[in-house]
């Protein structure tokens, strides 16, 4: 019930933080792009990559993971693994990646409940990690913009699956920023600024703009 004497200025405890949060990337890898034919692969890649720096930039614990890199799949992305430098990926067999032990104690081990996830494809290693957290009482955000699958169609019906399960769509520039969430956060503000200019498209083009022309901490 609405009660507007509660009323007052505070988030949400729906809002991903650094440090309620878990950022999953699952089979960023070749052989998986090739299949990817729900939107410009180059697009997608460049999300990921921003994704990832988001989660460096605000110290989100991720969890990487490949399937079968070795036999089939090819090495996680390079562009991924060079956010996150001498950390491995957890390779695995297992198309829903929730059934790996190993997967499932990495996200475990950091304590968090809200799983940033991503990856391909969407119809499948990402559907099916997605309905089995959640059915563990994780809450599970899907960048949708940084996960594909092989046409348009598998993509938005395995999102439609995920979202009638719980799961809530977002893209990378939000979770970005909702980490963010504050612009007089200086310790970030750089950071974030930075992978906007790389990464956010004419997004980041205004801010290029903006702090030539008006200065160099003009917000974003």
């Known amino acids: 019930m609405f009660d507007i004497a509660q009323v007052h200025a505070a988030p949400s405890a729906d809002l991903l933080t ?95 409940k809200k799983i940033v996830l991503s990856g391909l ?27 594909g699958g092989v046409s348009p169609a598998a993509h938005e019906h395995a999102l439609q699956r995920m979202l009638a399960a719980g799961a809530v769509p977002v893209t990378w520039v939000q979770v970005l920023l909702e980490l963010q969430r504050d612009w007089a956060r200086s310790e970030t503000y750089g950071a974030v600024m930075e992978i906007v200019k790389e990464h956010a498209g004419a997004y980041g083009l205004g801010v290029v703009y903006a702090q030539t022309v008006i200065g160099a901490h003009a917000a974003g």
């Not at 650094?18 to 939107?39: A, K, R, Y």
């Not at 994704?51 to 036999?71: I, R, Y």
Request: hydrophobic share 50%; with cysteine; glycine share 6%.
């Open 18 to 112: 650094p440090d309620n949060s878990v950022m999953l990337f699952i089979d960023h890898q070749p052989q998986m792009f090739f299949g990817t034919g729900s939107g410009d692969r180059a697009a997608i890649i460049n999300s990921t990559v921003g994704l990832a720096k988001a989660a460096q930039a605000f110290d989100v614990p991720a969890v990487l993971t490949t399937v079968a890199a070795e036999s089939f799949s090819g090495p996680l992305l390079p562009q991924l693994a060079a956010v996150f430098p001498g950390q491995k990926a957890v390779d695995r067999t297992s198309m829903n990646a929730w059934e790996d032990e190993a997967l499932v104690e990495a996200v475990r081990a950091t304590g968090r």
């Open 121 to 147: 494809w969407t119809e499948v290693c990402l559907v099916l990690p997605a309905l089995s957290a959640l059915a563990q009482g994780y809450e599970v955000y899907v960048v949708t913009d940084a996960s």
